[in-house]
Structures are given as C-alpha cells and as structure tokens.
C-alpha cells in the first residue's frame, strides 16, 4: 500500500473524446492486437468481480486501453482508448495557465 491517501477535492473536470475499437472474435489469433500499432496488448484484471472488465497495455507504443465486455449489450467486445498520459499533462498546463 502506498503512503499516499487521494482526496475528494475535485481539481478541475476534463473533457477527452476517447475512440472505442470493436474486437473481432472471429479469428484463430488468441492475441488482439493494439489498434495504433497491431502490436499484441497485455490485459490484466483490476477488478476480479468484473472478469470481462480489462485494462489493456501496449507495451511498444505505450497506450492503455479498456476491455469491455460486461454490461453492454453488443455481440462483440470493444476496446476503448484512454487518454494518454501527455494528453493529461497537456490538460494540466491548460488549466494552470487559466488560473494564473
Ligand atoms: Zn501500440
């Protein structure tokens, strides 16, 4: 556990248009592949009460993806993009300046 406790001071709200992939389940490939790069992404289960819930890491490019699975109402899986870490940062300074 890290010794650092996350308030619920809300900083600022951030608006992003994230890209939802959907997953193609019929292929022979187990692997599934980064959208930016087609490099194969590696999945963990952050929540074990949600198993078709996934996060979904490019290890050559860097992007995080969601797995959905659980709770939509679609035949197939999507992956969603979630913002990049310099999109973040680049919202960050936006802000910042704003308030100086
Ligand atoms: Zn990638």
Redesign the pocket.
Known sequence: MLPFRATNRRLTTFAFSMSAYPVDTDTDSPLV???????P?DFHQPDETQPGNLLGV??????WYLWIQDGLELEQPLLVELPEWEQIRRKLLEFESECA
């Open positions: 592949e980064c959208p930016a790069c087609q490099e992404l490019c290890l050559a490019c860097q992007r």
